[in-house]
């Protein structure tokens, strides 16, 4: 905040001068675009630097999938990994529904792991396996399964990673190289026929699951989880909260007791805190780019086990908390943490209209700015609205999930601020009549940049996409 209290626009590291740029790309593929505003630079970590030159453009129009599963640019191929309703390799069981957050680690002898999310409901379609040592509540559906592909990308083995659990969204991984899956859900022992509490984040070593079991991280919060992301450098854990209806989720972070200890140090307890932005009750008020917020402050959580009131609704003193409806996807890049406010709609109570925001704080400067604003000044829009998920491309640019309403993209996003669709789900989870598209989710790449691997929700699909990513 500036000495007058209201926001600041302006020079910062990496930022454009203070007059709102707009920028709208179009798909030459597909005849639509996206508007934002912003200064694309900010979102790119200086790892991406050797591809400064990288990323100009997009990879040209998407060609129709003979198979009726995926859309992509001439060039880019894409194999099924998984599907659900298949038998898991290990058999466990079926492969679970509802595909979301996802993430990959380096294994040896150039094997990949990827741990994969299923954000199964108590009505979940297909469940995730209950496995004896696996499984916090057998009465839970959610859960995470493991793939390990070996060096030519060949699927060695499917298998649950946890079980148990609930409405597995999101999560993140840890620079020690497991995965932190979110349940988005504050459900009780003895609602929807539960035996436990829920609501907890889980650590998952997709490596060897069994080092990680299904002990839930209590002191980190029992909240409607989305996503988190891991400081590098001091351990401090960031984490959205996808509350569905008013006062809307926080923006937190966990100091941990025992930082950067390895797999299991999370379950030594720390503080968990909620941020405020002093003036700002509500981050959808804020619609100029480039807005900059000194002196962030953070408040300590009364009741991190919400054990009579959801967090949200808690007392936080004087000066109150800060919320934002949709707060999804969340990362580390360079020295910041960036998160996404998906939407905002003000007949929902939010105190502003936008499609979409993407936010960083950097925690030496204790600032937040508002990188990147979607919409909604103008008649051309993506059509879902809604960016989700998101991760850094090996070509230096930003690769965003789409889940919303309409047929669902994976959008590319370069560093000269081009806006381009790399994927277009082609299965119809609806009717012919009224069809409907399952959201793209759990984007993410090898180790090694040269492969892509994204889920499709529903019907549960992962893909592998390789093609001419370094064009």
Not at 90 to 109: L, R
Not at 141 to 159: A, F, I, M, P, Y
Not at 310 to 320: K, Y
Request: net charge negative; hydrophobic share 35%; proline share 8%.
């Amino acid at each position: 905040m500036s000495e007058t209290g209201m926001p600041e626009t302006g020079s910062d590291t990496g930022f454009l001068p203070s007059t709102r740029r707009q920028l709208l790309a179009r798909s030459g593929a597909l005849g639509i675009g996206i508007a934002f505003s912003g200064a694309l630079s900010e979102l790119f970590t200086p790892a991406a630097a050797a591809a400064q030159n990288l990323g100009h453009h997009g990879y040209g129009p998407l060609a129709p999938d003979p198979d009726g599963l995926l859309d992509l640019p001439k060039g880019f191929r894409y194999r099924v990994l998984s599907r659900e309703g298949d038998p898991l390799r290990s058999g466990e069981g079926p492969v679970p529904s509802n595909h979301d957050g996802m993430a990959a680690f380096a294994g040896g002898q150039g094997r990949v792991h990827l741990v994969r999310n299923h954000e199964n409901r108590a009505n979940g379609r297909i469940p995730v396996p209950v496995v004896k040592g696996l499984a916090y509540d057998p009465e839970g559906k959610g859960g995470c399964t493991s793939l390990t592909l070996d060096s030519r990308g060949q699927v060695r083995s499917e298998r649950v990673a946890i079980a148990g659990t609930a409405v597995n969204c999101a999560g993140g991984p840890t620079p020690w190289n497991t995965w932190l899956t979110c349940e988005e859900t504050e459900d009780k022992a003895g609602t929807n026929g539960y035996t436990k509490d829920h609501g907890f984040i889980f650590e998952v070593d997709g490596a060897d699951p069994r080092r990680t079991g299904a002990v839930p991280l209590t002191a980190m919060g029992r909240f409607q989880h989305e996503a988190v992301a891991v400081d590098p450098k001091r351990g401090v854990v960031y984490e959205t909260e996808d509350a569905f209806e008013r006062p809307f989720g926080l923006f937190y972070r966990f100091l941990p007791d025992k930082p950067l200890g390895g797999t299991g140090s999370l379950r030594a307890g720390g503080r968990l805190q909620a941020m405020r932005v002093p003036g700002v009750p509500d981050l959808s008020s804020v619609q100029e780019t480039g807005a900059r917020f000194d002196g962030i402050e953070w408040v300590d959580v009364p009741d991190p086990l919400a054990a009579e009131t959801p967090i949200r609704f808690q007392d936080f003193g004087t000066g109150g908390i800060t919320h934002a409806q949709k707060l999804e996807g969340c990362y580390w890049g360079g020295r910041s943490v960036y998160f996404v406010s998906s939407f905002a709609r003000s007949a929902e109570g939010s105190a502003g209209d936008h499609y979409g925001q993407i936010w960083r704080y950097d925690p030496d400067r204790r600032r937040l700015t508002l990188v990147i604003v979607f919409g909604p000044d103008t008649d051309v829009r993506l059509p879902g609205e809604s960016p989700d998920n998101i991760c850094l491309a090996p070509n230096g640019g930003l690769m965003v999930c789409e889940d919303g309403g309409g047929v669902q993209h994976v959008y590319g996003v370069t560093r000269h601020g081009e806006v381009y669709a790399l994927a277009r789900n082609r299965q119809n989870v609806g009717t012919p009549e009224k069809p409907e598209w399952g959201e793209f989710a759990g984007v993410a790449f090898s180790p090694d940049g040269r492969t892509m691997y994204v889920n499709c929700y529903s019907p549960g699909t992962t893909f592998a996409v390789t093609g001419p990513w370094r064009r």
